[in-house]
C-alpha cells in the first residue's frame, strides 16, 4: 500500500508563510508528477502547483511568485513554500503523487488535506 502523509498546516496571519510537506511511504517502486491541490469552502478542488521527476514545475497564475514547490526524491517526499500568504488562499490542501508501485501499473495518490488559514 501507499500513503501520503500532509503536515505544515495552520492558522497565519496576512503576509505570512508557511511550509507543507508531504512524505509518501510503502511499496513504491518510483514517483512521476508530485504536486499540491487546495479546495476552498463551496468551491472545487483546483491546482496549486506540480513538480515532475526532473524537477520541472508548473505553478496556478494566482500563487505565482508566492509559493515554490520543491522535492526530495530521496525521501519521497514534496515540499510547498508558501509566502506573502492572503485570506484568499485559506483553504485545505491536498498532496498528490502518481505513483508506480512494484509490479503496478502508476496510479494517481492523494493524501488526507491540511488546513490553512489566513487571517486578515
Known amino acids: 500500500q501507499v500513503q501520503l502523509v500532509e503536515s505544515g498546516g495552520g492558522l497565519v496571519q496576512a503576509g505570512g508563510s508557511l511550509r507543507l510537506s508531504c512524505a509518501a511511504s510503502?511499496?513504491?517502486?518510483?514517483?512521476?508528477?508530485m504536486g499540491w491541490y487546495r479546495q476552498a469552502p463551496g468551491k472545487q478542488r483546483e491546482l496549486v502547483a506540480t513538480i515532475n521527476s526532473g524537477g520541472r514545475s508548473n505553478y496556478a497564475d494566482s500563487v505565482k511568485g508566492r509559493f515554490t514547490i520543491s522535492r526530495d526524491n530521496a525521501k519521497n517526499t514534496v515540499y510547498l513554500q508558501m509566502v506573502s500568504l492572503k485570506p484568499e488562499d485559506t483553504a485545505v490542501y491536498y498532496c498528490?503523487?502518481?505513483?508506480?508501485?512494484?509490479?503496478?501499473?502508476?496510479?494517481?495518490?492523494w493524501g488526507q488535506g491540511t488546513q490553512v488559514t489566513v487571517s486578515s
Open positions: 498528490h503523487a502518481d505513483i508506480v508501485r512494484v509490479g503496478v501499473l502508476s496510479a494517481d495518490y
Open positions: 510503502g511499496s513504491i517502486f518510483s514517483i512521476n508528477a
